[in-house]
């Protein structure tokens, strides 16, 4: 069969990663060496580039301009939180053949999975041949058909060692500390605060995942157990938490009702999907330490109370990158040029874990529609049955994924006898 | 003159750093090697250990925990907030007095050498031989006598490191971005928020610092100003901005006034020294959101708006640790030792740049009571005229502080020509 010529556009969309760049430079690297190929053209801010006809040239970039994107965190094209209705994209569709593009790769979640699926069922349709693939970025790591998603294990790392240096900080100046990491419906992220943990004492104490129902008087309960054990206690809290099954009642609204004042902000902010807005925003933990507060200074007294929100650094902040990610974030953009050009398909590229005591993987890929499909959430074996904590199974999953932290330790409790 | 002979205690004091350790470890290293130290003892959380005779024997430490204690953010001997009075101070040399302590090193900030000021006159108006040195730290940089202080370049690193992120992230998806950093009455920290600038248009594009008044009007319209000409804006502000010269005026304290409901919160929280709390609560950065989306929305619409707090992170976070700061806690430890030992001295130990446009320093130490008298705050000649940026100046003073940042880099704008 005759390989298929023409142009190659490829974009970002979603929340960036810190590793979302190298799947970039990794396709258009593999996109350079294919005859085939006839132009690279970066999409400027993801579909909302392709509808704006906004490209730039990808397969003129200097190699030193490679090696630099490479390195450097969040979404170099520019993302787009868009989710193009059947409209755009016949929009984006006349574009593409408009601009003689024969090749399409999207980095992004499952919505981006979808967005590339409908594109290419519509090229289809008209005959056009057409080869698509979804590059998988997360830092939620909820993607369907994979066994965890790049960006994650960096985000991870960063949120593993926020919280080893935040509970050596408690250790310093004891007091019950509240972190809240992102997540909206899975709970991998916040899960992973345990991972940099030093020794039995260590902190977070308690962790809350969305997938668990969230309820006040287990948490005062929890944490106050904590306190009278270790006189401080630290606690990771996903910012999804809900004391209901749907999104209406994530513990951030209650928060809002509660705190704010009538007339100074009358309704919580919203994002782009019309979602109450998570992140960038301290509302959450200083709900949390205030509903703490509360409910601890009677017997008590005062208490050293803090709330921290971790916010976007968790998925932007440069030199902190788990190795395994960088290479797999690498490999998935490599692949997917590399199955488009070599294979007559289209799909998803996933990671699966192959079985064994030593971390390895096989990276392959499935229909655009089978992930597109859902959103994953940390399966029931990840959380302990109080819903307080994790598992070891989770640790033993996840440990792998972030490299190695920097070596932390305390001094030997050699006491001084008292004279 | 015959040496000093008899046991050494050493303590930590204040908000951790990310090298406090370091010092405390070169401390210990040097005072091992003299024959005239009996015990090395660590006091627990500082002052506070000292009273209740809480130490840990650091001269028996192995060499492998000594290894990885440096490497560990955070007081590993645990810190302390208090501020011994005369009558403490009275207490803690009679412990000495009884452990046959005679020589004391306490690494904090300035209240730490007015502590260890207040216990050395003591020791000499009773005759006890004695010698006691102030080994420096804070995340702040604002103690007087040294052109900069262990732990500011490993935070300054943080928070530069974190706008760098950051400012790409909010490159990917445009928007207003606010981001508080510590600093209640120095902007240092703040300021270091623009060192890993890429270009001309990275953000943060506006910096407001404790050192000058903050102005709402002139906040909201310089943002908009920013806003009008990129489409985005990032600003750095620091958690002891106030509008007026008082800490009773801080922004934060009219941001519970207005933002929080009666009765749930009637007052804000306070820290151990009675003052406002800033840092642990995510209020000051909503609250600046909160203005800026009730000033513009009429202008402009619905903006993307987020505040993030950088939090404790910024002191604590492993693995982000500047060289020349980690080179320097070493140093200053170790010369504050060897300074005791074999001079007949007491003081503080600080560090001088010397001119020329290599950075090199030289270590050295002043009285006691020098350190001890006030704060430091930027120079005039750090802030802009506008008060809403850094100069230059403070530019070429912080970047050899902070090491060399993650490389990063922009796609080249090489645009597809449309069809």
């Known amino acids: 069969m005759a390989k298929l010529k023409g142009n190659a556009v490829i974009g970002q969309s979603g929340g960036p990663t810190c590793v979302i760049n190298r799947s970039l430079v990794a396709a258009v690297e593999e996109l350079k060496k294919a005859h085939q190929i006839t132009g690279i053209y970066g999409a400027r801010h993801g ?4 509808l704006a006809e906004d490209f ?10 490679l090696a630099r994107l490479e390195n450097t965190p969040a979404a170099a094209l520019g993302s787009s939180r868009m989710k ?7 929009r984006i569709f006349n574009v593409f053949r ?9 980095i992004g979640g499952g919505d981006s999975a979808q967005t590339a699926n409908i594109i290419n069922e519509l090229a289809r349709s008209e005959d056009y041949e057409f080869r698509t693939f979804h590059i998988p970025k997360t830092i939620d790591n909820d993607l369907l058909g994979s066994d965890h998603t790049p960006g994650y294990g960096s985000a991870a790392r960063f949120v ?3 919280f ?15 972190d809240v990491v992102m997540g909206r419906h899975a709970g991998f992220l916040t899960a992973a605060s345990v991972l940099g943990k030093l020794d039995e004492d260590a902190g977070p104490h308690l962790v809350y995942c969305p997938e668990r129902t969230f309820s006040f008087d287990q948490f005062i309960a929890d944490v106050e157990g904590v306190y009278r054990r270790l006189g401080r206690c630290v606690v990771a809290v996903s910012e999804g938490v809900a004391t209901g099954p749907k999104d209406e009642d ?13 007339g100074v902000r009358t309704e919580l902010p919203k994002d782009a999907h019309g979602h109450p807005q998570l992140s960038g925003t301290g509302i959450l933990a200083d709900y949390l330490v205030y509903r703490v507060r509360k409910a601890l200074t009677p017997t008590h007294g005062k208490l050293r109370l803090r709330g921290d929100t971790f916010g976007y650094l968790q998925r932007s902040f440069p030199g902190v990158v788990s190795e395994v990610d960088a290479k797999e974030a690498t490999e998935v953009g490599r692949l997917a040029a590399k199955f488009a050009l070599t294979s007559d398909v289209d799909g998803s590229v996933i990671i699966k874990r192959k079985p064994g005591a030593r971390y390895a993987v096989e990276i392959t890929y499935l229909p655009l529609s089978k992930v597109a499909l859902g959103e994953r959430q940390m399966p029931a074996s990840f959380i302990n049955k109080a ?17 190695t932290l920097p070596k932390a330790g305390l001094a030997q409790s050699k006491l001084i006898r008292k004279r």
Do not use: H, W
């Open 56 to 65: 730039i040239d990808l397969g003129r970039q200097s190699n030193a301009a």
């Open 84 to 90: 193009p209705k059947p409209d755009d994209c016949a």
């Open 47 to 50: 579909v909302e580039g392709i």
């Open 164 to 178: 080893l240096g935040d509970d050596l900080d408690n250790r310093s100046l004891k007091g019950i500390k509240i």
């Open 387 to 403: 819903g307080n904590n994790v598992t070891q199974k989770f640790i033993d999953y996840a440990k792998p994924l972030i490299g």
């Open 160 to 162: 593993a060692s926020a």
């Open 98 to 106: 408009r601009y003689d593009v024969r090749y399409f790769f999207y």
């Open 250 to 262: 994530v513990v951030v609204r209650e928060a809002g009702e509660v705190m704010l004042a009538d």
